[in-house]
């Protein structure tokens, strides 16, 4: 414990920290504290603040998201089953056919023929070919490009759409272009027995574009489209190290989403975080038809970068700061340079204090003693017989009244200085009685001396005191600077007066 001391004592022995102005920049700083605590942790709580925005928001907008990408399944889905019944695709020729296919291609304001229906349009997706395929796979009719771009996964389709008798959607891709495409399989339903047939359509779907640029999301944003086996489906901005159909798994986030943790389980401390940068997510699930003829589960999650969710509260944050050490500066110059002001008021009002000690010397008067020497006084220079404490220097200003009935001490200098008032001072008067064993001349007699006083919290505390021997006077003494009858001081009013 002693050794933990050592240090804090060397330092409060240091004249830099028992100095005034040291203790005024403390004292500014200590006061500055609070205000940098309260600002940082208000920053705290506005970035926490602006997570739970950012989270919600994203949470929002993969709601919008997934319900926009089952908006488009659904209208695929609504198209392709309305095209199967039209009766040029289920007639035993192929008479009218491609017009048909064509108008899905692109879609004019005749109406169709037939059970065709007029409203064909897709919002978020556009035809890129259509073909029309009988039991055997072989072409019945075409639109666009033709069957010849058919690739064995658009065949594999057709034939698990013949074999489960419903849509079925599969072989998602993007192209060389950026652009997400994707193919669907509807079987054809036919009054006769002549044979089945199927619609394999192939569009290019641009609905998470055109939503992620009227969402207006913030820079370095991202929404991903994935199935239930991590699988990717789709993403904004489509440029990127993974590409449709790479796994996410392993993505602790991904993962996350898939398969939620249990209440008892520690939490990812990488849940958070893509590649190493923190982001905020939502996420939210719906269904679509599937390459089996069911509905499979897929997810969208949008993801914030949390630096530009928190950006306006780091920047306020850094405002505000700037503004507090401005103004924390600005209060340690002024404690700096206003120190010299209060150590000059300091130094006066011990001189006034050292003042009014020898004026009770000269009168008498011991009221204003208390208020001048503190508790614990010692007087390292005292008289012989005399008490300790402040009850000796009423026995000496008592003793030296009776020894020199109109006697005063002559006040020549005073000098302050840290915690210290030095006083070069003459004793006159005409010595009628013992002063503490010195026997009376009965002349007038004067003696040259210097005191010290050291002060503590205001009040004298030490003093010692040093005075030649007692000669005769030869001329009048110079008169005494006259003692204030109470100190102007600042400090003084405020904290040393009744």
Known sequence: MTDLRRPFRWLGSRSLVRSLRFRLVLLVLLASLPSFALLFLTASQQREDAIAAGQDESRRLARLVAADQSSVATQI???LSTTALADELTGATNDGCQAV?????RPTTAP???NASPDIGLDDATFAQV????????GFCAGGAGVGLMDEEDRALATSALERGRLVTGNLRTTSTGSMVITYAMPVIRDDDAG???IVATLEVYALTRFALEANLPRDSFILIFNDDGELEQRYPAAGSVVVGDSLAGTPVVDNTLRPPEADEEPDPTADEIDGE??????????????EGGLTLSYAMVGFPEAVVVQRADEKFNENLGKLGIAAIIALVAAWVGSDLFIGRDAETRKGQIRDFYHAFSTGALDDLDEIIGPGYVDRSPGPGQASGI???RQNIAAFRIAFPKGQIIIRELIAEHDKVVARVTLSGTHVADYFDVPPSGKPVVADGVETFRFLHGMVVESWSMFGELRQREAAPDLPVPAPAASTGLVSRLFRRK
Not at 131 to 137: C, P, R
């Open 278 to 291: 923190e982001y905020v997510f939502g996420s939210d699930d719906f269904l679509t038809p599937g390459p």
């Open 77 to 79: 889905e609504t198209v």
């Open 391 to 393: 009850d000796g220097l």
């Open 112 to 114: 169709l023929e037939g």
């Open 131 to 138: 073909v029309v395929l009988d039991d055997q796979l072989e």
């Open 196 to 198: 089945r047939r199927v």
């Open 101 to 105: 296919l064509q108008r899905l291609l």
